[in-house]
């Protein structure tokens, strides 16, 4: 089981600021999850980036999967602070399925 | 569409009892995922059940085990439980379709509090 390093930990910005989470691994990534999740609720899937070089939009979300596949981003334009929360990165074991997650970034929008 | 349910939404046992939490699936979906999230430690892998049968399980002692019921609901036992099993219990669900990944769908959590 690979080691999935998150960075920042903790990331506290104003409301309309942009900001960048990333997800690094010394090992490639077979695919890679990000989720969300709020306090007291379960993790909710956010986007699956599987080839190298990868660029999936979601609104105000850009996430991006490098060219090796070793490390990811996270970018999200004129944060709101709906966008307040626990954000994981995991990647799915090739054969046995189970996601392996990062520590996850906390990130609190100030409104 | 429903999501993934569990219950119950809390639960608070005394060291030593043993604790059930209950999962039903996404509909259509076969795989059913613990995992369990307690303070400081992260999201850890506990059990993965499709179609019936334990297909792997995480690095936890045999007092965590489950099972998955015909319907594909799951439930996970905790059995001798001590006070670091408290935390947040997560089921999810996915579609088996093979490959390099599925993707798993989180329900709301178990809340298990042992004193």
């Known amino acids: 089981t690979q080691l999935l390093e998150q960075s920042p930990q903790f990331l506290s910005i104003q409301e309309g600021e942009n900001l960048t989470v990333y997800c690094n691994s010394s090992s490639v990534f077979s695919s890679l999850q990000w989720y969300r999740q709020e306090p007291g609720e379960g993790p909710v899937l956010l986007v699956t980036v599987v080839t190298g070089g990868e660029v999936k939009k979601l609104k105000r979300l850009t996430f991006q999967f490098g060219d090796a596949r070793k490390d990811s981003s996270l970018h999200i334009t004129a944060a709101q602070p709906g966008d307040t929360g626990l954000y994981l990165c995991?990647?799915?074991?090739?054969?046995?399925?189970?996601?392996?997650f990062g520590a996850g970034t906390t990130v609190t929008v100030r409104a | 569409e429903a999501g993934v349910t569990q219950s119950p939404t809390h639960l608070i046992k005394t060291r030593g009892q043993q604790a059930t939490l209950r999962c039903s699936p996404i509909s259509g979906h076969t795989s059913v995922y613990w995992y369990q999230q307690a303070l400081g430690l992260g999201l850890q892998f506990l059990l993965w059940?499709?179609?019936?049968?334990?297909?792997n399980r995480g690095n936890f002692p045999p007092r965590f085990s489950g099972r998955q019921f015909p319907n594909y609901s799951s439930e996970l036992n905790v059995n001798a439980l001590e006070l670091e099993d408290s935390a947040l219990y997560l089921c999810?669900?996915?579609?088996?379709?093979?490959?390099?990944?599925?993707?798993?769908?989180f329900g709301p959590g178990t809340r298990l509090t042992v004193l």
């Open positions: 995991a990647e799915s074991g090739v054969n046995d399925y189970k996601l392996s």
């Open positions: 059940y499709d179609e019936g049968e334990e297909r």
């Open positions: 999810a669900s996915s579609l088996f379709v093979g490959g390099s990944y599925n993707e798993q769908f």
